[in-house]
């Protein structure tokens, strides 16, 4: 009798390992996934994913990118590698401090869209362009790297598009996109300072939000 | 027939001129006190007129201009003026102390003027040397002198005062505007220019998503990508 209830304890131990097992397993690996990718290796899955997806977007031809098209960028490939909170704070320089938490939340909500909306566009530039990745310089214990790009079609103006990526967590993600010498993300910090100054961070949010509701 | 172009000549650097001496002296309406924009009432202005230009002549023409010039031959105009464009920066990087950077240049005319066909055709690019972007601008930014306010010229569009003087030097060391006769000249010019602008065209969606007011977001980016390319693409990074 008291074998048997050994027996069973022994075996529901077990069973508890083994599930506890494999729930560590389950939930290391997709860090360890994360982490296998270098940046390189993640901006050039991001250029290629988001091609793939304005290549397949059939009203391209006639009017430039669909919400639809966006939509399907922001959420399959932008949303879990880029870190838009911080390219929000970035964007915002000193006057991201000025705001309360809840109107910080909005300012990332509001920034996004304009973000993905301008990145999607940015790709679109060239109808069939070659994306060339330049060698990148880094230390294996560097936890910021810039990844520089070309973009690139005959006969036309190569496109440099630069990435700063950062360590974090659950693997490398894009704080920062370049185009042309141009940061998407700080370009608007003169225009921040000058609508804070004039209507305070609301003031921002609603001009955000106008731009943003223009299709 | 030359001094009736460098006639025109001395008009622009008239205009410049004038505008680089009056303008110290003209202070913005508001006090919104941008520190890199003193002048953005009279900017703005210019802006607006420049906006009104490019949409009713310089748009519509370059519009036609894709529409009608197939892809290979406009590739070979923009390829024909890029490789002139290079003997000017090859001078602009020897000028910047980059000795490599200029012999890749003028290596570049080198082969695309023979092997290129009188540079019809860029073979120096798929050869790995690369096209530089230089002017007198970004030479001066690189002898020390600062960007200067934020000036918008008549035509010409978004300038800083030292890269208006950059400007005043890219004129007339122009090849294109050596060309004789005047007609031919400036038929060349017309037809460069043409060329540019409608490779732009692509590029005016990223700034409709991206722009909630167009002067300040091309202002910044014009003063960011001369900034990135006085560094040759490596400027540190600025915070806050």
Redesign the interface.
């Known amino acids: 009798m008291i074998d048997a209830i050994e027996k069973k304890i022994n075996k529901e131990t077990m069973m508890n390992r083994l599930f506890g097992l494999i729930l560590a397993l389950l939930v290391a690996a997709p860090t360890w996934a994360a982490e296998a990718l270098t940046p390189e290796t993640q901006i050039k899955n991001i250029t290629n994913e988001v091609l793939e997806i304005i290549r397949n977007d059939t009203e391209l031809q006639q009017n430039g990118i669909t919400a639809t098209a966006i939509a399907m960028i922001d959420a399959k490939v932008l949303q879990p590698h880029f870190n838009f909170s911080h390219m929000t704070s970035l964007g915002m320089g000193k006057e991201w401090r000025k705001a309360s938490p809840e109107q910080q939340g909005l300012l990332v909500r509001e920034f996004k869209t304009l973000l993905v909306r301008t990145y999607s566009n940015a790709l679109t530039i060239y109808k069939d362009p070659t994306i060339n990745f330049k060698p990148a310089r880094y230390q294996p214990t560097d936890t910021e790297v810039l990844i520089r790009t070309q973009v690139l079609q005959p006969g036309t103006k190569t496109v440099d598009i630069d990435y700063s990526l950062e360590k974090l967590g659950d693997g490398w993600k894009v704080f920062d996109v370049v185009v042309a010498g141009v940061s998407l993300v700080t370009n608007y910090r003169q225009f921040f300072s000058q609508e804070i100054r004039n209507g305070g961070i609301e003031g921002a949010i609603k001009s955000l939000q106008a731009k943003n509701q223009t299709p | 027939m030359t001094t009736s172009r460098s006639r025109f000549h001395s008009r622009f650097v008239l205009i410049i001129a004038t505008l680089l001496l009056f303008l110290p002296g003209y202070a913005s309406a508001n006090g919104?006190g941008?520190q890199?924009d003193p002048w953005e009432g009279f900017n703005r202005s210019m802006f607006s007129f420049n906006e009104g230009l490019d949409r009713v002549l310089i748009k519509p023409l370059a519009k036609g201009y894709e529409a009608v010039v197939p892809?290979?031959i406009?590739?070979i105009i923009?390829?024909f003026f890029n490789n002139i464009e290079d003997l000017m920066i090859a001078a602009n990087n020897l000028l910047q102390g980059k000795v490599k950077a200029s012999a890749s240049d003028l290596g570049r005319v080198v082969l695309n003027s023979t092997l290129g066909i009188a540079g019809l055709v860029d073979v120096a690019t798929g050869m790995g040397m690369e096209?530089h972007e230089e002017d007198f601008g970004q030479t001066f930014g690189r002898w020390g002198f600062g960007n200067g306010a934020y000036l918008v010229l008549p035509v010409f569009g978004s300038r800083t005062v030292r890269d208006s003087f950059g400007l005043l030097t890219d004129l007339p060391l122009d090849p294109m505007t050596w060309v004789e006769p005047t007609g031919l000249s400036y038929s060349m010019i017309t037809l460069r220019q043409l060329d540019a602008r409608a490779?732009l065209l692509?590029?005016e969606?990223?700034v409709?998503?991206?722009a909630?007011?167009k002067y300040?977001?091309l202002?910044?980016?014009y003063l960011?990508?001369?900034?990135?390319?006085i560094y040759d693409?490596q400027p540190p990074r600025?915070d806050?």
Request: aromatic share 6%.
């Open positions: 919104d941008n890199h892809t290979p406009n590739n923009t390829n096209k490779d692509p590029t969606k990223v409709e998503a991206g909630i007011d300040s977001y202002r910044d980016a960011q990508q001369r900034r990135y390319l693409g600025e806050d």
